[in-house]
Structures are given as C-alpha cells and as structure tokens.
C-alpha cells in the first residue's frame, strides 16, 4: 500500500492530466434563447417597403453600383427580382440551411475526443495496489470513416445548394410572372377606361333623347346598363393592377 504522501501526489497528478486534456477533448457553445414574437413579426412585415434603407444597400451590393435616387423612379426586372430576393422568407431559410450544411463539414471532419476516466481503483479491481484508477481513451477510427463522413455532408451540402438556387429561380419567376400580369392589367385597364367613357356618353346622349320624347325609354336603360357593366369591369382592372 502507498503512503498518504504517495497517493496524494498521484491525485494531484491525475487531475492535472485531466485539465490538460479538457481544452483538446471538448468544445463548448452558448444557447442562446430566440423565444416567438408574432406581434414583432407583423410590424416587421407592415414596416417592409421598397424605400427602405437596408434595400438599397443590398440593391447597391447586387447592383455593383450607386443608385442615384432613392426611393427609385423606374423598377427594372432585374431590381425587381432582387426586392424579391430580399424580402422572400424562403431564401432567408435556404441561407440558414446554407450555414447550417457548411457546419456540417467541419462537424464531420472532427476526429473523435479522447476521454480521461477517473475512479476508484479498489472497488473496481480489488487486486490493484491502487486507491485510484486512471483510464484514458484514445478512438481511432478504421476502414475510411471519417473521410465517407466528409463526403455524405459535402453531397448534403451540393444538395442544399440546389434547392437555395432552385426557391431563388422560383422567386424570379413569380416576379417576372406578376411584372407580365401588370403589364396585361394596365394595358386592360386602358382599355375599359376608354370603353367606359364611351359607354357612359352612349347612355348620356339616350337618356337625352328620351328626356326630349325624340326615342324610347328602353334603348337608354340598356346603354345605362351596359355603361355599369363598363365601369365594374374597369374597378376589376384597377384592382387588380393594383
């Protein structure tokens, strides 16, 4: 059996060693609390404009270029699909998927943390001398593991960056799909503005006519319908564009 002064100078031994493996061994992350807010998301939602500041720096990023006048006087496709971009939830999740796959790599390329067991020896293995039993592990991994781990998470990452590019071609064609639906209102709208002022003059100089007993009650009723007609359908463009 040791003496006192024997064991404790292997206590204090071994708890050294421990310390001086902890740094190599672990790794510690904060958590971080981001509790829901809907009522702060809805002002968020309400408060996204295309006069906001932060848009124009990202226009201005994109762009490679200063833009002269903020808010801007003519929205081109390409500025229009990069407001899109900007303010899409959807690409705002394909990027955090984006960080999350790239933390996967270097998680997959992380060699397995060795471990220090300290214990009773005595209780474990009457045989031993020992008050004390120190185990240390050292995993070596075999047959490729690691490397196979580093190209499954490169794959999931490939993949992740196809469906990033696949949401952000998708926001490129509903903005190019709702520019060509504006163009059609507008031009529609037009249309019906012109139609319904004709309309509208039709009925005018009928109900006249009927006023001064030169044509029938009927024909004007019919003018006056068609002429509503004509201005429901304009109130629908206009909705519609708008």
Known sequence: ?????????????????????????????RYHSVPLAPAAAARRFSRRSLAAPKLRAYLERELGKRLPHWPL????????????????????????NLALGQAGIKTAAERPNPSLNLGPGLE???????????AALLPLETAGKRAARIRVARRELAAI???????????????????????VSEGQQKLLQT??????????????RWQAGESARPP????A??????????????????
């Open 1 to 29: 059996m040791r003496s006192p002064s024997g064991a404790w100078k292997f206590i204090v031994l071994t708890a050294v060693s421990g310390l001086a493996l902890l740094p190599a061994g672990c790794g510690f992350a």
């Open 195 to 208: 139609a319904a002022r004709h309309r509208a003059a039709q009925a005018r100089v009928l109900r006249q």
């Open 124 to 134: 474990t293995f009457p045989e031993s001398p020992w008050a004390f039993r120190l």
């Open 220 to 223: 004007w009723l019919a003018a």
């Open 225 to 242: 319908q068609r002429a509503t007609a004509a201005r429901l359908a304009l109130a629908n463009a206009r909705g519609q564009t708008a």
């Open 161 to 183: 960056r196809l469906q990033a590019a696949l949401a952000a071609w998708r926001v490129r064609a509903d903005v190019r799909a709702a520019l060509l639906q504006l163009l």
């Open 73 to 96: 006087r003519v929205w081109t496709p390409r500025r229009l699909t990069l407001a899109a971009l900007y303010y899409n939830p959807q690409l705002a999740a394909a990027r955090a």
